[in-house]
């Protein structure tokens, strides 16, 4: 690994450095920092500016030069080998009675890693492979990939930390892509909670994120623990860490494993800021603090602290939208918390909208399987406008109520881009032919082999010219039940969302054209699409429309059942002009069972129901028909 030689180490006494060329000093730490051509004249001004004053206070320091770079660029440490990334270190130990001033520095580029002049010789910052920690063997060095950063170091037991400190920080401008930013960590901090010298808040090992804007302060790691404070993380009895004594220490030392954080930088937006992630040890000197740190900007799935996320949206536009998602539960390794509430919020420049927050109904919600899906419609009165989508997830685990947000990019990378309020009129489309079904949850019945539901499209405006195809699609069928028994014995082709149907215009039913995958009776046919042609066009008028059945899985008689299934479907249709028009749509159905046949109706087979979406009623009429 390629080292930094400051020139400003050469300068350990004032009488060293006089007589020197600054400028020449300058210009090598250029050339060190790969400073552009367009920044050398304001870098060379700044470092000997800093060089002067450093002999004058007798110093040793190197301000670093706050160049903007991207906080994610490389943020598994794989491959860059901490480009972009300002350091510092302030290295100070405590042997027997008397304190050594080891060094004091900081840089920009290629990570410095070499030993620093030190009684234990171990690296402050180290860009580590995979592999385990010296003092917990459980814990791995690298949360993915084949590398992660390791910040700060441990210190033998006749050794003692004096106040050390370790940091990264890069300069980046904040907008709304970048203001949730997300990082992975694991800490190994000594809890100086029963030792002889009195420790308060803020004098132990601790791990923590700063923002330099004008002035320094920590900011929240989220999601925030009840009891335990996050700004920074401290080993001062910290019931958010796990607690061990390897050998050959005497005293506590605090574990964290690899755990995902958040912090919150939407009050920044717009703003040029500087981000250090920092560890330090006791300032009583007895107790030595160290951090991995690994995936930035790579999300927090899978989290032990709980996580939600967001998987996908049926389609782009309008209430009929549907999105689903994913979350997991907060953990250890011997309990799991459980899900309190899922909130979905609207978003606009990565920020929040005002009154566009809602609950998702425990029905949407699958606590087996740990998914939930919602209707766009849950939403009231949005303005129109594009949108990202945005789920908060609150969790209650070990008696703490957790809070976890996904990302402000919301299902699709990038900024208002999810879902737009308003479905705009396809270009492609001239027909004015409109369809709408007036229910938001079809109709559903029992059949001999599950359940069917029958749903109208009515026709609302009529076809300017004749229409010579109707085409509808299956897209997507999703069972909505998560335990395995909820689904024995009721699996078959034909009811994973088969769909019949009929189209009627001028009171005439018309059947689908007889083609492959749209009229099969038979248990293991499965129809995902029907197609209504008519060779010579047919105007469609209000009070015509389309007839769609559904063949769904039946209801199972168990309480931990969920009772609904969905199918997302894709109409087009074409005129004789070859104009083509498409939309999508979703249902979501109530699944039934045989006990729910309404008296007197026959129980219906799949030919019955191929029949009837035809208009036949030659073996029964089904309910719905």
Request: glycine residues 8%; hydrophobic residues 35%; proline residues 8%.
């Given at each position: 690994m390629k080292n930094i030689i400051f020139i400003l180490m050469l300068c350990f006494t004032t009488s060293l450095c006089l007589g020197q060329d600054y400028n020449r000093l300058a210009e090598?730490?250029?050339?060190?920092?790969?400073?552009?051509?367009?920044?050398?004249k304001t870098f060379?001004?700044?470092?000997?500016?800093?060089?002067?004053?450093?002999?004058?206070?007798?110093?040793?320091?190197?301000?670093?030069?706050?160049?903007?770079?991207?906080?994610?660029?490389?943020?598994?440490?794989?491959?860059?080998?901490?480009?972009n990334w300002t350091w510092k270190m302030v290295d100070n130990r405590k042997v027997g009675n008397a304190i050594v001033f080891n060094a004091n520095e900081s840089g920009t580029g290629t990570l410095h890693t070499s030993a620093i002049t030190s009684t234990t010789a171990l690296s402050q910052w180290e860009i580590v492979s995979t592999g385990y920690d010296d003092l917990f063997p459980a814990?791995?060095?690298?949360?993915?990939?084949?590398?992660?950063?390791?910040?700060?170091?441990?210190?033998?037991?006749?050794?003692?930390?004096?106040?050390?400190?370790?940091?990264?920080?890069?300069?980046?401008?904040?907008?709304?892509?970048?203001?949730?930013?997300?990082?992975?960590?694991?800490l190994v901090l000594q809890d100086p909670?029963?030792?002889?010298?009195?420790?308060?808040?803020?004098?132990?090992?601790?791990?923590?994120?700063?923002?330099?804007?004008?002035?320094?302060?920590?900011?929240?790691?989220?999601?925030?623990?009840?009891?335990?404070?996050?700004?920074?993380?401290?080993?001062?009895?910290?019931?958010?860490?796990?607690?061990?004594?390897?050998?050959?220490y005497t005293e506590s030392i605090a574990m964290r494993p690899w755990t995902c954080g958040r912090v919150d930088l939407s009050g920044y937006i717009g703003q040029t800021i500087t981000i250090e992630f920092i560890v330090n040890d006791c300032t009583h000197a007895g107790h030595f603090g160290y951090a991995y740190l690994d995936d930035i900007c790579m999300g927090c799935q899978n989290s032990?602290?709980?996580?939600?996320?967001?998987?996908?949206?049926?389609?782009?536009?309008?209430?009929?939208?549907?999105?689903?998602?994913?979350?997991?539960?907060?953990?250890?390794?011997t309990s799991a918390g459980t899900l309190t509430s899922l909130q979905a919020s609207l978003y606009q420049n990565g920020l929040p909208v005002t009154g566009q927050t809602v609950q998702i109904p425990s029905g949407n919600i699958n606590t087996v399987t740990k998914t939930f899906s919602f209707p766009m419609s849950l939403f009231s009165s949005v303005p129109a406008g594009n949108y990202d989508i945005v789920i908060k997830a609150t969790f209650l685990f070990l008696a703490n109520p957790?809070?976890?947000?996904?990302?402000?990019?919301?299902?699709?990378?990038?900024?208002?881009?999810?879902?737009?309020?308003?479905?705009?009129?396809?270009?492609?489309?001239?027909?004015?032919?409109?369809?709408?079904?007036?229910?938001?949850?079809?109709?559903?019945?029992?059949?001999?082999?599950?359940?069917?539901?029958?749903?109208?499209?009515?026709?609302?405006?009529?076809?300017?010219?004749?229409?010579?195809?109707?085409?509808?699609?299956?897209?997507s069928f999703e069972w909505l039940d998560g335990l395995e028994d909820c689904k024995q014995c009721q699996i078959r082709t034909s009811n994973?969302?088969?769909?019949?149907?009929?189209?009627?215009?001028?009171?005439?039913?018309?059947?689908?054209?007889?083609?492959?995958y749209g009229n099969g009776t038979a248990i293991t046919s499965n129809n995902n699409e029907v197609?209504?042609?008519?060779?010579?066009?047919?105007?469609?008028?209000?009070?015509?429309?389309?007839?769609?059945?559904?063949?769904?899985?039946?209801?199972?008689?168990?309480?931990?059942?969920?009772?609904?299934?969905?199918?997302?479907?894709?109409?087009?249709?074409r005129d004789i002009n070859c104009n083509y028009c498409e939309v999508y749509d979703c249902s979501t159905i109530d699944l039934k069972n045989k006990s729910e046949l309404k008296p007197g109706a026959p129980l219906p087979d799949l030919l019955m129901l191929y029949l009837n979406s035809r208009g036949i009623f030659a073996t029964g009429h089904a309910d719905g028909f």
């Open positions: 090598s730490a250029a050339r060190e920092q790969k400073i552009t051509t367009k920044e050398l060379k001004e700044k470092y000997i500016l800093s060089l002067k004053k450093a002999i004058n206070n007798n110093k040793l320091y190197q301000p670093p030069l706050l160049r903007e770079a991207d906080i994610c660029d490389d943020g598994g440490f794989e491959i860059k080998n901490f480009s814990l791995p060095k690298v949360h993915s990939g084949n590398r992660a950063l390791k910040l700060g170091r441990k210190e033998g037991t006749g050794i003692l930390p004096y106040c050390s400190a370790e940091s990264i920080d890069k300069t980046v401008t904040i907008t709304a892509a970048n203001s949730q930013l997300t990082f992975w960590y694991a909670f029963t030792s002889a010298n009195s420790h308060t808040a803020g004098q132990a090992p601790a791990f923590g994120v700063r923002v330099k804007s004008g002035s320094t302060s920590y900011v929240p790691i989220l999601p925030a623990i009840t009891g335990a404070s996050t700004t920074p993380i401290e080993a001062l009895n910290n019931p958010f860490l796990l607690s061990g004594m390897p050998p050959p032990d602290m709980g996580d939600a996320s967001l998987q996908a949206i049926s389609k782009d536009c309008g209430p009929s939208a549907s999105v689903s998602g994913s979350y997991s539960l907060p953990h250890n390794s957790i809070v976890t947000t996904s990302t402000n990019s919301g299902v699709i990378a990038g900024i208002n881009n999810d879902w737009k309020s308003i479905c705009q009129v396809n270009s492609c489309c001239q027909n004015t032919l409109k369809m709408v079904t007036p229910v938001s949850v079809p109709p559903s019945y029992p059949y001999n082999g599950g359940t069917y539901s029958v749903e109208y499209y009515n026709i609302t405006a009529p076809s300017n010219v004749p229409i010579t195809e109707i085409k509808v699609e299956v897209t994973l969302g088969s769909i019949f149907g009929g189209v009627s215009v001028g009171g005439v039913l018309n059947g689908p054209a007889i083609q492959p197609i209504f042609s008519f060779p010579n066009g047919k105007i469609l008028n209000a009070g015509d429309y389309l007839r769609l059945t559904y063949i769904l899985p039946p209801e199972k008689n168990l309480s931990c059942c969920q009772t609904k299934a969905r199918v997302c479907r894709k109409i087009t249709w």
